[in-house]
């Protein structure tokens, strides 16, 4: 079922990422083997258990462990793209927030001297 669960921790550390910026200009950080290879086993629960995404991103891993790249699929550019923008959007309304609450406190310091 799960292909990368032979690896040993020697296989993860042999492996070298290329691209790594364009991995973190979609994802936001670095890829990291060993977590993407914990990760899939505490989703698949020690590789025990059938699960669709967990069986994917084995597939995937395994691609990069024997050095065959594989391009992202567009829908995950153009999601990641808009998660981007939706976090952007998120980030701008809650430094606006802390810029208003800077201003109420300011105001009430200026009332109480």
């Known amino acids: 079922m799960y292909t990368i669960q032979d690896l040993k921790p020697e296989d993860l550390e042999k492996v070298d990422i290329k691209n790594q910026d364009i ?3 979609y994802v936001g950080s670095e890829l990291n083997v060993k977590e993407a290879f914990q990760i899939i086993k505490e989703t698949s629960k020690g590789f025990s258990v059938k699960d669709t995404e ?3 991103a084995d597939r995937l891993l395994m691609r990069i462990v024997q050095g065959k790249s594989e391009p992202l699929p567009k829908p995950i550019k153009e999601k990641q ?3 981007s923008k939706e976090a952007i959007r998120i980030r701008q309304q809650q430094q606006a927030s802390e810029l208003a609450l800077l201003e109420l406190e300011l105001e009430l310091e200026r009332q109480s001297a």
């Open 81 to 83: 793209k808009k998660l």
């Open 54 to 56: 967990a069986e994917e």
């Open 23 to 25: 991995i973190k200009q």
